[in-house]
């Protein structure tokens, strides 16, 4: 090979290390500890046990088929506390599983029974071993739904059990090649010796990797001379996760069926161990089965009194479906009196019986009142005349919680005077009189109303004579726990200046937290559908202005991904320059001139040409 064809190839080698050291895929999934570590399971499932077995046991000694899984849940992106056994003639494989902790107490022997637990460590216990008839009566009354400690039990008791034949292993190299028949893992370091005068001779290597960034790998394996109980065989991956900020998104479950409710809860794509600042979850109410309505009447929190529920004049059939606008009446009992009446459009979604709740006076109470939250429209409510003073007080605001909220003399913020018959003086309430010896109160949207004791407060002061108010009105101010404010100013000074209070409702804008396509954009294939979630962290209740959470993957029609194409136009380009390169070398050498190969000469053919020699003669210039 010419070394300018030498100094090519050399050149294509830079060149793409080059390029694979600059490129990167469009994106780079979040870090999970079983994308590293094929033999931790993601989640609790048969496959995926199965799938870690694999991983940790040669498959040509010992397959996955049959295993019996005890225990598994999921902790930090992966099953923790699970133990997985086969048994085979007389032999017994075992994996286990746990993160963070052990499963078990240390004071018993074997791989996964004697490890020490570390901060943000999964650890992964493989065990192999001779066993009699005895032992495998034992297990053989396992379960699944066993626990996993009855397992480790088993195995304590027979810690002193040696009727088994020893083996014929007498070096290292007959350890690891006893090791890899059984391990799916070629060992690299070297391999150690140790004795103990219970168990005989041992041989074990340690070995680590770290992963830039992500986590720390620690692997020992260690070969019994001997077939013992709980001292056979094993394999022991240590994963310890390097510290990491937490990334919160959310995930929401969908309707229980028993309890019509959503939990949203939270799941760190970081998977730190020990995350910071977790957000709590939230469990909201539903409709599981689309009739409109979240619980029943029995769910309505009534004080005081007993209620009944009708839809449009009727008991409410819960088998029924209901759609659009229909009357709702929550009746009293007591006195069949309608205390709470309203329309609810159904269409804009279902009536939550579970937030409802009415209050009315006690006996003991010396005034009529009424209080009604969780109804978010417009309504009209009955109250009791008590004092029959024929004067109320509204107090429209969400915040009504208890009737000492509302003023005796009708002089809070928000209240309003009502003398019945008759409206407010913004006519926004009206009362009306009933021959159930009720007052009827109609326009609220909030709802807190008391009888008052037959004292009106006392009506503003007149302006002065010949003098006409000229009103300002501010700005109203910010929302704030459901009322806002403005300044009323008289520029004629005719009057003072006041504020006038007005119930609001904060406007709610959704902030959709969308996670990333699955499959990426680089890894789908023409065609497939790509899916999403895009939760909305302030929980606005809306779907509206959602972005779309499901999407056809369009590749170009080859099948080939944007990573593919960018990989064989890499490819391309550098054929294209180790072809450019050759040629060069190759034109540049043809041009040289006078060079020629040289021949061999003959002995004849040489010429010897004497000169005298300068300076002065010395007989040792010369050879005769």
């Known amino acids: ?169 007498v070096d290292s190299d007959g350890a690891k090649m006893a090791f890899e028949e059984v391990y799916d893992y070629t060992v690299e370091a070297s391999w150690m010796t140790g004795s103990d005068p219970d168990i005989g001779a041992t041989y074990y290597f340690e070995e680590s990797e770290i992963i830039p960034d992500e986590a720390y790998l620690e692997v020992v394996g260690v070969v019994f001379d001997s077939y013992v109980f709980t001292t056979g065989d094993y394999l022991r991956e240590i994963y310890e996760i390097i510290p990491c900020e937490p990334n919160w998104t959310t995930y929401e479950t969908s309707c229980d069926e028993s309890t019509e409710t959503v939990t949203t809860y939270p799941i760190d794509e970081a998977l730190c161990y020990e995350p910071t600042d977790i957000p709590s979850n939230e469990t909201e109410d539903c409709d599981f089965d689309g009739n409109g309505l979240i619980g029943t009447e029995d769910d309505i929190d009534d004080i005081h009194f007993d209620l009944e529920l009708e839809i449009d004049g009727d008991e409410v059939d819960y088998f029924e479906n209901f759609t659009g606008e229909e009357d709702i009446d929550i009746i009293d009992d007591d006195g069949d009196i309608v205390r709470v009446e309203f329309e609810w459009d159904f269409d804009d979604g279902p009536l939550n019986l579970r937030e409802i709740e009415i209050e009315i006076q006690d006996s003991d109470d010396d005034f009529g009142y009424i209080i009604v939250k969780g109804i978010d429209a417009e309504k009209k409510v009955r109250v009791d005349k008590v004092l029959n003073s024929e004067m109320i007080c509204v107090k429209d605001r969400e915040s009504v919680d208890d009737i000492g909220d509302i003023d005796d003399e009708c002089d809070g913020s928000s209240e309003y005077y009502i003398e019945c018959p008759g409206e407010d003086d913004n006519n926004r309430f009206e009362c009306a009189l009933s021959s159930q010896d009720v007052y009827v109160v109609d326009g609220l949207d909030h709802s807190g109303v008391r009888e008052l004791d037959g004292t009106p407060p006392p009506p503003p002061p007149p302006p002065p004579p010949g003098c006409t108010p000229q009103w300002s009105y501010g700005t109203w101010s910010t929302c704030v726990n459901g009322e806002k404010v403005r300044t009323v100013v008289d520029l004629n000074s005719c009057e003072n200046s006041t504020t006038e209070t007005d119930v609001c409702t904060v406007a709610c804008v959704p902030d959709w937290d969308c996670s990333g396509w699955d499959p990426s954009d680089s890894d789908c294939s023409d065609g497939e559908t790509q899916e999403r979630t895009c939760p909305d962290l302030n929980s606005c209740g809306t779907t509206t202005g959602r972005p779309t959470q499901s999407k056809t993957c369009e590749q170009d029609g080859s099948g080939f991904t944007k990573q593919t194409w960018i990989i064989i136009i890499i490819v391309v380009l550098v054929l294209l320059i180790i072809v450019v390169i050759i040629i060069i070398v190759k034109v540049s050498g043809s041009k040289k001139k006078g060079y020629r190969k040289p021949t061999e000469s003959r002995p004849s053919q040489v010429r010897i040409i004497q000169r005298q020699p300068r300076g002065q003669f010395r007989r040792t210039h010369y050879r005769r």
Not at 19 to 33: G, K, M, N, R, T
Not at 41 to 68: E, T
Request: aromatic letters at 14%.
């Open 1 to 169: 090979m010419k070394k300018g064809e030498i100094w090519a190839i050399f050149l294509l080698a830079v060149v793409v290390l080059g390029l694979v050291l600059i490129y990167s895929p469009e994106e780079v999934a979040d870090f999970a500890p079983s994308d590293y570590f094929p033999s931790l399971p993601s989640d609790c499932s048969g496959i995926q046990i199965r799938m870690a077995w694999g991983g940790v046991f040669d498959g040509n000694f010992v397959s996955s088929d049959d295993l019996i899984v005890i225990g598994g849940v999921v902790e930090g992106g992966v099953c923790s506390d699970y133990l997985a056994y086969k048994n085979t003639s007389d032999e017994l494989f075992v994996l286990t599983g746990s993160y963070d902790r052990s499963l078990i107490d240390e004071t018993f022997i074997g791989p996964f029974l004697n490890h020490s637990t570390y901060l943000g460590e999964f650890i992964v216990g493989a065990y192999y071993s001779k066993y009699d008839q005895d032992f495998d009566d034992l297990i053989g009354n396992l379960t699944q739904e066993s626990d996993v400690n009855d397992f480790l039990n088993i195995l304590a008791e027979f810690t002193n059990s040696s009727n088994l034949e020893p083996r014929s292993i």
